[in-house]
Nanobody
Framework: QVQVVESGGGSVQAGGSLRLACTASGLRLELLDMGWFRQVPGKEREGVSCITWRGVSHYVDSVKGRFTISRDSAKITVYLQMLSLSPEDTAMYYC??????????????????WGQGTQVTVSS
């Protein structure tokens, strides 16, 4: 059984930072391209950043220069370091492996192993 667990969310003021973490059981994360996604109520979930199993990363334009995706040395945890947060970053954040056939680039898509997510709230 696959279980994805996200953590590290919270409430911060604009300009603040958070680091999200993602682990999973039932998946060999070290062999998978992984992505971070976010969703605001009433809107579709959007991809924020992804990282290949080799460590190549991709970011959507709205977070470039502010967010950094990484993996630990054992590649079993995926992080999203978020700096200079703005209210527009407020969302529930999820991580998931990328769908087979979806490359880590523009329009990357998730394989739908969704966890509970971790809420990020940024106040102005």
């Amino acid at each position: 059984q696959v279980q994805v667990v996200e953590s590290g969310g919270g409430s911060v003021q604009a300009g603040g930072s958070l680091r999200l973490a993602c682990t999973a059981s039932g998946l060999r994360l070290e062999l998978l391209d992984m992505g971070w996604f976010r969703q605001v109520p009433g809107k579709e979930r959007e991809g924020v950043s992804c990282i290949t199993w080799r460590g190549v990363s991709h970011y959507v334009d709205s977070v470039k220069g502010r967010f950094t995706i990484s993996r630990d040395s054992a590649k079993i945890t995926v992080y999203l370091q978020m700096l200079s947060l703005s209210p527009e970053d407020t969302a529930m954040y999820y991580c998931a492996p990328l769908r087979s056939g979806s490359s880590c680039g523009d329009g990357f898509e998730a394989l739908h192993y969704w966890g509970q997510g971790t809420q990020v709230t940024v106040s102005s």
